[in-house]
């Protein structure tokens, strides 16, 4: 079994900031990239911000300069800070992970249950 849980996410004014983490547990033998993803209301998951297991990182154009996507490969975790939150943010945040279960020929996708993250005056 592998689980991916997430923390951090609330409600913040705008400009405000939120960190976001995810921790990968259970049987995994090697994790390659970890992302985070959103769905806005009424729309489809979108990819934010993806860092490999060397740690190159790559973002979605409305974030970048405003979010930083970072990762602890001892602790299986990934983080998101998100620094001058928009209205347009809100999202139902999910994290990712690309991974290696112990027994397993190949690495599958792996999804959290998703953290909600509003940006509201």
């Known amino acids: 079994q592998v689980q991916l849980v997430e923390s951090g996410g609330g409600l913040v004014q705008p400009g405000g900031s939120l960190r976001l983490s995810c921790a990968a547990s259970?049987?995994?033998?090697?994790?390659?990239?970890m992302g985070w993803y959103r769905q806005p209301p009424g729309k489809e998951r979108e990819l934010v911000a993806i860092?490999?297991?060397?740690?190159?990182?790559n973002y979605e154009d409305s974030v970048k300069g405003r979010f930083t996507i970072s990762r602890d490969n001892a602790k299986n975790t990934v983080y998101l800070q998100m620094n001058g939150l928009k209205p347009e943010d809100t999202a139902v945040y999910y994290c990712n992970a690309e991974l290696l279960k112990y027994g397993s020929d190949w690495f599958g996708d792996y999804w959290g249950q998703g953290t909600q993250v509003t940006v509201s005056s």
């Open positions: 860092i490999t297991s060397g740690g190159s990182t």
């Open positions: 259970g049987s995994i033998f090697s994790i390659n990239a």
